[in-house]
C-alpha cells in the first residue's frame, strides 16, 4: 500500500496550491481518503474526506467554502484545491485511506483511527 502526496509549497494568503495524492496496493473504490493536516504545537486535525466510490464528500469547519476534495477514480487519486489560503492554514498535510463500503455506511468516516494508511505528508506554508 502507497499513498503519495505532492503539491504543496510555499503560497502568499489569499493564493491557490492543489494537493494530490496517488493511492496504489489496494481497492480505491472500496476506500474513503481523508486529508488531515497538522501543524507544528499543534494536534493533527481532519480537513477534508470524500467517498472514492460515491465522491459524497465533507470538510471540516475551518476550510468550508475553500477548499474542495475530489477524486478520480480513474487514476487512483484524490485531489485537495486550496482557494483563499490563510497563514492559519500552515502544516503538513498528510492523506489517509480508509475502508469505506458506500453500500452498507452511511456516512464516510472522518476520525483518525478509521483511516489505515497514511502518506508522508507534504508542506504547505501560507505567507501573510
Known amino acids: 500500500v502507497q499513498l503519495v502526496e505532492s503539491g504543496g509549497g510555499l503560497v502568499q494568503a489569499g493564493g491557490s496550491l492543489r494537493l494530490s495524492c496517488a493511492a496504489s496496493?489496494?481497492?480505491?473504490?472500496?476506500?474513503?481518503i481523508g486529508w488531515f493536516r497538522q501543524a507544528p504545537g499543534k494536534e493533527r486535525e481532519g480537513v477534508a474526506w470524500?467517498?472514492?466510490?460515491?465522491?459524497?464528500?465533507y470538510y471540516g469547519d475551518s476550510v468550508k467554502g475553500r477548499f474542495t476534495i475530489s477524486s478520480d477514480n480513474a487514476k487512483n487519486t484524490v485531489y485537495l484545491q486550496m482557494n483563499s489560503l490563510k497563514p492559519e492554514d500552515t502544516a503538513v498535510y498528510y492523506c489517509?485511506?480508509?475502508?469505506?463500503?458506500?453500500?452498507?455506511?452511511?456516512?464516510?468516516?472522518?476520525?483518525?483511527?478509521?483511516?489505515?494508511?497514511w502518506g508522508q505528508g507534504t508542506q504547505v506554508t501560507v505567507s501573510s
Open positions: 489517509a485511506a480508509g475502508l469505506y463500503l458506500a453500500g452498507l455506511w452511511s456516512s464516510v468516516p472522518t476520525r483518525e483511527d478509521e483511516y489505515d494508511y
Open positions: 496496493g489496494f481497492t480505491f473504490a472500496d476506500h474513503a
Open positions: 470524500i467517498g472514492n466510490s460515491n465522491s459524497r464528500a
